[in-house]
């Protein structure tokens, strides 16, 4: 069956990009399409970010029926660890701001509850495939679904918030027209059932490399080792697996428990040449990639958004372009700030493959530096707390 209809800004992808946009377009009474490839039970239980900045914390709390306070643990500070020993990074003391673990999907289960109570159009199982008329005044999004439909969306304004491998990204620049960066390492993660092993979180460099220990809940833990980007992640051991992180946090005890998910991560870094093209535009992991070591992807996408709603306001309701036309710009200046704190996150904790005896010391010596000066651990926790919304 095919359907045409016809919004104001037509949306593709239902992830936190996307679903923040329709929501904050909403309050300024702006009428949007979703849709998602996924199906609302698959976007649900995805297990992705966990760390929230405090403005996107404060953000997500302003949607009815948010739980992020509720769900949500603040953290107010993190460990940072080497050479045997543990640094706290005091955030409140020294940013005078905090973070949040809340897991992606529960926000998402927030956002999509949000939505649908109110009676707004969110399409699950509908994969864009083409973006037409993306040079006039009315491009239009070309979907299909699994049982062969086909649906037209018509709009003054279409966003790409379909994630890395953007369909929209394509229309606007072609795949990869950008800048791109893959490291040599990538991130062996791992869900447990154990009690948390700390009360913050532990950014912990050894001489075998970076380790993260997160926590989930009383019961479940998040935790991450450095491993080979194409490590297979079922060729390791439950035992292995503990001893890798075990010897990545020397000095520290972690609590065992049975392992139920496992995954390996590519880290890359990659912002798209061109964000916005005349009435297309694309925003979060559509548009750039951080390593997951600054936990900036989904706060990055969160305030590309706010700022693209608040230009699509002026531009659709008083037709105003002047802020869309800063628009990319202005997430630009946000977006390479947050790539230079991940990828400066990133370098200092790993252990680069082939590193030296100088790259080693050289890494201690800057670690030691961070920890030991104020200044140092500030700069850490403004980058890490987030930069204000707007
Ligand atoms: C292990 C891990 C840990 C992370 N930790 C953190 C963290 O602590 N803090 C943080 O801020 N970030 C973190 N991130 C990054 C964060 O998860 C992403 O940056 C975030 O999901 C980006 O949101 P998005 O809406 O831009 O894209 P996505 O979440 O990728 O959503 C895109 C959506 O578009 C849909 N889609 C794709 N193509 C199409 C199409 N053609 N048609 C229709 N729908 C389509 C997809 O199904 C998907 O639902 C982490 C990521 C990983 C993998």
Redesign the pocket.
């Known amino acids: 069956m095919n359907a045409a209809v016809r919004t104001q800004v037509a949306i ?9 946009l329709s929501h904050l377009l909403a309050e300024a009474g702006i009428a949007s399409v979703v ?4 199906s609302r039970e ?2 649900e239980s ?8 405090q403005g ?1 914390v404060d953000l997500l709390a302003g949607i009815p029926g948010s739980r992020v306070h509720s769900v949500g643990s603040r953290h107010d500070g993190i460990e940072l660890r080497f050479d045997g020993a543990g640094h706290r990074i005091d955030f409140t003391g020294l940013a005078g701001r905090s973070v949040w673990l809340f897991p ?1 999907h529960e926000a ?1 289960r927030d956002l999509i509850a949000a939505r649908v109570a109110s009676g707004q159009d969110l399409r699950f199982g ?4 083409a973006i037409e008329g993306a040079d006039g005044e009315r491009p239009r999004v070309i ?1 299909t679904d699994d049982a062969g439909g086909a649906l037209a969306i018509e709009a003054d304004f279409v966003v790409g ?8 990204r394509r229309a606007i620049s072609g795949s990869h027209d950008g800048f791109f960066r893959e490291y040599p390492f990538g ?1 062996f ?1 791992i869900l447990c059932e154990a009690p948390p092993s700390a009360d913050e979180l532990i950014y912990s460099n050894s001489p075998d490399g970076f380790a993260l220990i ?1 926590q989930r809940s009383p019961t479940v833990q998040r935790m ?1 080792f450095q491993c080979d980007p194409d490590a297979d992640a079922d060729a390791m051991s439950d035992a292995q697996i503990w001893d890798a992180l075990q010897t990545r946090v020397p000095g520290h005890a972690l609590i065992e428990g049975p392992i139920f998910q496992r ?1 390996v ?1 590519r880290l890359r870094s990659f912002v798209a040449r061109t964000l916005r093209q005349g009435r297309l535009a694309i ?5 750039h ?2 390593p ?1 070591t600054g ?8 305030a ?1 958004v706010v700022l693209l709603a608040r230009a699509l306001e002026e531009l659709l309701l008083r037709s105003d372009a002047h802020l869309i036309d800063a628009w990319a710009d202005a997430a630009l200046d946000r977006i390479w700030k947050a790539q230079h704190f991940s990828w400066w996150m990133t370098s200092m904790l790993h252990v680069a493959p082939g590193a030296t005896e100088f790259d080693r010391r050289r890494q201690l010596g800057e670690l030691r530096t961070v920890a030991s000066s104020e200044a140092g651990r500030t700069y850490l926790a403004e980058g890490y707390t987030g930069w204000p919304l707007g």
């Open positions: 593709v992808g239902a992830g936190p990009a996307g679903l923040v849709i998602d490839s996924r698959e976007i995805t297990i992705r970010a966990g760390i929230l900045e996107t992606q998402l509908w994969t864009a495939t979907a918030a379909d994630g890395s491998r953007s369909v929209v991130w993660g997160s991450y995954d991560l925003v979060g992991d559509a548009a990639t951080v997951p936990a900036k992807g989904m706060n990055l996408a969160v590309d």
